[in-house]
């Protein structure tokens, strides 16, 4: 999409509130034509080149009127810029942010969280300030027509003659801020290079110390200071020289005037009223100049923009960021949205489907996933999960255990092959596969600044005890006594921070507090000693009733409680048993199994 069409999409998004923005803004910037005609006239009766037709109060009075005028006019433009303003930017951020939830987790956002929050925040704004500078540039440049005309009507050669050399120095000094924007965008980069280390420093403190890197470090960091003092200094003298060209503009221009008009007023062919209209329109006309030139930066900037959030979109067309899609700002939109009853529908369908989709058996068919960064993955898997089985899938390092997993789940988007449930192939696992269906937990759980018991129950209600009975099949019981505010103590990055094993026992505590026909654990037991995985795995067996359960693990305790193993192998199940049958057949199960033993 070209970023004129962008534009022009997000323009049609609500073209009554951009057309009442274009207007009040067009009155704004048009409204100075009055006072510099009022101020000619009062000038001319000075020097009583013409009669005042109301007299000097009757002009005060016009000049207060128009001011008041305009300041009216700024509070209404204020208002239709605001309105219009943040219904594009909640579109951009509303439209981007749908897509990113429709993917699937693995590959949700091509970039850190912290680089995606930046794209959602200053490409958002950029975008919003170029369509807004659009009004202004369409209001200034009907001022700077109907002020020449006037002005040309006076003295043509006057007008052509000071205007001609200003239009010049201004534009030339906005070409030179494109580059400008270079030095900007180089002394922003260099500014977060030099954030990115502090808060690295701060993060790796021990591995610094432990790897004795101290020196290298400051020396990295010294060299990080001087690229930003570099580029930071040629930022600011380029904005300074442009500022101080700008801000002179009116200055020099003012003095062409007087140097032109002092042999025409000589003659009488120029009055003082008409060196006073060329004054107070030059200030006005050399904005226009600037701020046409700012729409043009705005402009270039919105069109990195554009390939940013598309470039978020990975892959899907830029389209997606313009769909017209209802925002429910106000109290009458809110109530009167469709999405509430479709809602309800939803969650009735949902239920519905789930009192039938007793989970019975899942069936994977040919599942292939290949990362396309590294060409690795997994291929062909096929794979049938009985209802109340227990299977263990178990391999190598780097083997595709975990990716096996995500990939049934619809956390990473499968390339080839289907997962039945019940005999029904599923269309969108990542929709599908989530509580009250299956509950899962990842290898490197995540945990929020909050407390315990909201970490667990992630808005759940508490309510029979389900909350204790999650801690005590999760084996949490003992920390949970000894922090000193129990579930109400604070954890995650903010908070007490927790070991590894407490973490994941968290996450499990997390996944059996809902109710689910499916638990699936990723390496739960990484972390955790054989002693506290034995208990884990008896208390999760005397609890879980009939739920099936799909444990990715190399430990014994797993294994041994397992109705069967899955040997993953270079992306491929290399063979399948229970431990007593792959104790006899595979090489593979054997070194895993007795590799632990020794
Ligand atoms: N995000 C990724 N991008 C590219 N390649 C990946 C990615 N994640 C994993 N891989 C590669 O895919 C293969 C399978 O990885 P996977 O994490 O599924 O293995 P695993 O058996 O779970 O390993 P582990 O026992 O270490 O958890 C590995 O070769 C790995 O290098």
Same mark, same amino acid.
């Given at each position: 999409m070209s970023t004129l069409t962008f534009l022009w999409k997000l323009i049609m998004y609500r073209p009554y509130r951009y057309s009442a923005n274009a207007v009040a803004w067009t009155l704004i910037y048009l409204a100075p034509i009055a006072p510099g005609l009022i101020t000619k006239q009062f000038f001319d009766s000075l020097t009583g080149e013409?009669?005042?037709?109301? +007299?000097t109060w009757g002009i005060i009075a016009l000049l207060l009127g128009a001011a008041v005028a305009r300041v009216m006019l700024i509070i209404v433009g204020f208002i239709t810029d605001v309105q219009f303003r943040f219904r594009m930017g909640m579109l951009l951020r509303r439209n981007v942010l749908e897509h990113v939830l429709k993917q699937p987790g693995a590959r949700?956002?091509?970039? #850190?969280p912290g680089e995606a929050i930046s794209h959602f925040r200053d490409d958002v704004d950029q975008t919003e300030e170029a369509v807004s500078w659009s009004v202004d540039s369409f209001g200034m440049t009907c001022f700077a027509a109907v002020s020449c005309f006037i002005l040309i009507r006076i003295d043509a050669q006057m007008t052509l003659f000071v205007f001609l050399p200003l239009v010049l120095v201004v534009t030339a000094a906005q070409l030179a801020t494109s580059r400008l924007q270079k030095y900007r965008a180089a002394s922003r980069e260099a500014t977060s290079k030099v954030t990115g280390a502090i808060s690295e420093m701060f993060g790796n403190v021990q591995a610094i110390q432990v790897a004795g890197a101290e020196h290298r470090v400051a020396q990295r960091f010294r060299r990080l200071g001087d690229e930003r003092r570099k580029t930071m200094l040629k930022d600011r003298l380029m904005t300074e020289v442009l500022d101080s060209i700008f801000s002179n503009s009116v200055n020099l221009g003012t003095g062409l005037i007087l140097l032109l008009a002092a042999q025409k007023m000589r003659d009488g062919s120029f009055s003082v009223g008409d060196f006073a209209v060329f004054v107070y329109y030059l200030t006005f006309v050399t904005q226009f100049i600037t701020n046409f030139g700012k729409f043009l930066t705005f402009f270039k900037q919105m069109s990195v923009a554009l390939d940013r959030l598309t470039a978020l979109?990975? +892959?899907?067309?830029?389209?997606v960021l313009t769909v017209?899609?209802? $925002?429910?700002?106000?109290k009458g939109e809110r109530n009167a949205r469709p999405a509430k009853a479709e809602g309800v529908k939803l969650e009735n369908a949902i239920s519905a489907r789930v009192d039938e989709s007793r989970l019975d058996r899942i069936e994977l068919n040919g599942l292939s996933y290949r990362?396309? =960064?590294? +060409?690795r993955g997994i291929r062909n898997i096929n794979l049938t999960l009985e209802r109340g089985s227990f299977t263990v899938i178990t391999g190598t390092i780097g083997s595709g255990k975990t990716t096996l997993v995500r990939a049934l789940l619809g956390l990473l988007p499968v390339t080839e092959g289907t997962v039945r449930w019940n005999g029904r192939i599923v269309e969108d696992l990542g929709a599908f596969f989530i509580p009250p269906r299956s509950a899962y937990t990842a290898q490197m759980p995540r945990l929020y600044s909050d407390t315990l018991r909201n970490n667990i129950l992630l808005g759940l209600s508490e309510h029979d005890g389900n909350l204790a009975r999650a801690i005590h099949a999760a084996v949490m019981e003992y920390d949970v006594e000894h %922090?000193? %505010? +129990? %579930? =109400?103590t604070m954890i995650g990055p903010r908070g007490v921070k927790l070991s590894g094993g407490q973490a994941q026992r968290t996450a499990a505590a997390r996944m059996l507090v809902r109710d689910a026909e499916l638990y699936v654990f990723d390496d739960?037991? #990484?972390? $955790?000693d054989v002693e506290t995985e034995q208990k884990l795995w008896d208390r999760l067996f005397a609890a879980r009733g009939d739920a099936t359960c799909l444990v990715v693990s190399h430990r014994k305790a797993a294994l041994a409680h397992a109705d069967q193993i899955i040997v993953m192998e270079d992306g491929r199940i290399e063979a399948e048993g229970t431990a007593e049958q792959l104790l006899q057949s595979s090489d593979s199960f054997r070194k895993l199994w007795f590799g632990e033993a020794s």
């Open positions: 013409s009669a005042v037709a109301y +007299g949700a956002i091509p970039c #850190s979109l990975q +892959g899907a067309s830029a389209k017209f899609n209802p $925002l429910y700002l106000s990362y396309p =960064d590294t +060409g %922090l000193q %505010l +129990g %579930l =109400d739960l037991s #990484s972390a $955790l």
